[in-house]
């Protein structure tokens, strides 16, 4: 593992029923990347190859358009070495469960 991203797909809406649909769209797309990642309440978290998470968050955007047309704002944090692997999600979060 080389990298890790944390991202927030955010529907401009306050419909709360839209945001779930597309959330859960976004998500979809996600688990069928192949990618290991851990939903959270406000961010999902992604780890893997850089290149593949980079793709993966440049598609959110679109995937959340296949759903609906309520534009969407995508926050997200990068996690990546050069020459090592990052903290993966169980190290930084299983003491806590």
């Known amino acids: 593992m ?6 927030q797909v955010l529907p ?3 419909n709360t029923e ?7 769209h976004v998500i979809d797309y996600i ?8 939903v ?5 978290t992604l780890e893997g ?7 993966i968050l440049k598609n959110l955007p679109k995937i959340a358009a296949e759903v609906s047309n309520t ?4 926050y997200s944090k990068i996690n ?9 999600i169980a190290e930084k979060t299983d003491k806590y469960r």
């Open 49 to 55: 190859d850089y290149d593949q998470l980079m793709s």
């Open 71 to 74: 534009p969407v704002m995508v």
């Open 40 to 44: 959270g309440a406000f961010e999902s």
């Open 2 to 7: 080389i990298s890790s991203i944390a991202v």
């Open 80 to 88: 990546m070495a050069t020459n090592s692997d990052v903290l993966t």
């Open 31 to 38: 688990d069928k990347s192949g990618v290991h990642y851990q």
């Open 18 to 24: 839209e945001v779930i649909r597309i959330v859960d």
């Open 12 to 14: 401009m809406t306050s």
